[in-house]
Nanobody, 124 residues
Framework: QESLVESGGGLVQAGGSLRLSCATS????????LGWFRQAPGTEREFVAA????????YYADSVKGRFTISRDNAKNTVYLQMNSLKPEDTAIYYC?????????????????WGQGTQVTVSS
């Protein structure tokens, strides 16, 4: 049973930083594209960032471009999301996901496996 477990969420002031991690048991992780999504109360889940199987290609939502960085360590079966210059509107539950494909995936339906999410709260 494949699993993904997020960690690193918490409460931070506006302008601060957090680093999310997601440990995954999908095998081989190097054959999967990985991504981060988020969902705020009363809204639909939205795409945040994605990374291709080797990590050579990344893609970001316009709302986080220049502030967030996605990376992966296939040896550790882990994907990261470094979040800088956080804003109150970044407050949401953040989910990592794995897609059984090599190239970047930006739609939720393209991802087969999901974590349970980690809460990120940014205070003003």
């Amino acid at each position: 049973q494949e699993s993904l477990v997020e960690s690193g969420g918490g409460l931070v002031q506006a302008g601060g930083s957090l680093r999310l991690s997601c440990a995954t048991s999908v095998r081989p992780v190097s054959s999967y594209a990985l991504g981060w999504f988020r969902q705020a109360p009363g809204t639909e889940r939205e795409f945040v960032a994605a990374i291709a199987w080797r990590g050579s290609s990344t893609y970001y939502a316009d709302s986080v471009k220049g502030r967030f960085t996605i990376s992966r360590d296939n040896a550790k079966n882990t994907v990261y999301l470094q979040m800088n210059s956080l804003k109150p509107e970044d407050t949401a539950i953040y989910y990592c996901a794995a897609a059984d494909r090599l190239l970047i995936a930006t739609f939720a339906y393209e991802y087969e496996f999901w974590g349970q999410g980690t809460q990120v709260t940014v205070s003003s």
